[in-house]
């Protein structure tokens, strides 16, 4: 028997026998009893003999590439302007905070990177300190077509920014004595907070006219940092498998997986989250949000959308390797 034939065989059983099972006693099996799937001798055998991949799922919106290692989710696009507080979420949950959405449980694209050897870490602590999402890298690529039916690929990345169309503030006691800020715009100085305060992206002949206002160095400097941080930049941080959690469901005594909630692909930290980004990101309201989507990027709404789950496996060293240099970094 071949290899990938093994490891076909070995993700069918462990879809249908999946530690949820187990986790989640009579909850986690009527799941898996009612969307799992049954696969044929005969399908089996097509799958090895072709590049089809092999569906986790009855309506086939989770599908297992063994033979490039990779899960392939099918969603749609469903929100393209906006904050955000995650990529992807399940289908009729959190459309709108997400750019994607999937009609899929939770558990069976967990159970999916699990089979690829996906290891899950543990997800974000807030408490009696910040502790951010742990596990193995996952790198998210999204594959579509354009309306004259083009196919395009790109990081998941370059769908997201850091929010511009939030207020930044810079602790400032008094704003200088010449200083008169036009009423026009949206430069303010908040008496009561003693705050210098912008709301939005600052353009290059702004920035000119508000540095011409005062020579101060605290004032030049606030006006700086207000140009710089509003700038649209793409997101940079990749995702870890965080893996979500339990709880216990009072009426039945079950174990209930969080995910399920919707909270699939996230950009904003949750202790709920299945993916989480390997950085701190705020999910306290929405003017603490720190990512929004990359409108002109994303295409129209409804157009399908592949997503590509690829685990990156560490070679042999590396993480010894990194240590290594940081500490070296640190002692210069």
């Known amino acids: 028997m071949s290899q990938l034939k093994i490891r076909t065989l070995w993700a069918i059983a462990l879809i249908c026998n999946t530690y949820f099972i187990v986790r989640n006693q009579d909850c986690g099996l009527a799941l898996a009893q009612n969307d799992s799937i049954e696969f ?25 590439d063994l033979k490039r290692n990779r899960l392939r989710l099918k969603a749609n696009v469903v929100l393209r302007e906006g904050l955000l507080e995650m990529l992807c979420c399940r289908k009729q949950t959190k459309e709108h905070e997400s750019i994607l959405s999937v009609d899929a449980k939770a558990f069976v694209i967990h159970t999916g990177l699990l089979t690829l050897g996906a290891k899950k870490g543990t997800p974000v602590r807030f ?5 951010g999402p742990t596990g193995q890298r996952i790198d998210i690529f999204l594959e579509w077509k354009d309306q004259s039916g083009k196919l395009h690929r790109a990081p998941a990345q370059s769908w997201i920014r850091h929010s511009i169309n939030r207020f930044y503030a810079t602790e400032m006691k008094r ?8 009423e026009d715009n949206e430069l303010r100085f908040d008496k009561r907070n003693q705050e210098l305060v912008w709301y939005g992206w600052m353009s290059k002949k702004q920035l000119a006219a508000f540095l011409a206002l005062n020579k101060g160095q605290a004032f030049r400097k606030a006006i700086q940092s207000f140009y710089e941080r509003s700038q649209p930049r793409q997101m940079k941080s990749h995702w870890v498998f965080a893996g979500s959690g339990f709880f216990v469901v009072e ?45 002109e990027r994303i295409p129209l709404l409804g157009t399908q959308v592949t997503i590509e789950l690829i685990p990156v496996v560490q070679k042999p060293g590396a993480k010894k390797r990194a240590t290594e240099k940081k500490a070296g970094k640190s002692r210069k």
């Open 127 to 131: 408490a009696p300190k910040f502790e």
């Open 175 to 182: 704003l200088p004595d010449d200083v008169k800020l036009p």
């Open 40 to 64: 044929s001798q005969k399908q089996r055998q097509l799958n090895d003999k072709t590049d089809k991949y092999v569906p986790l799922n009855k309506s086939g919106t989770v599908l297992l």
């Open 251 to 295: 009426k039945t005594g079950t174990n209930f997986y969080q995910a399920e909630g919707g909270d699939l692909i996230c950009v904003a930290n949750f202790p709920t989250a299945m993916l989480d980004v390997a950085i701190e990101s705020s999910a306290s309201g929405e003017e603490g949000l720190m990512f929004e989507a990359h409108t």
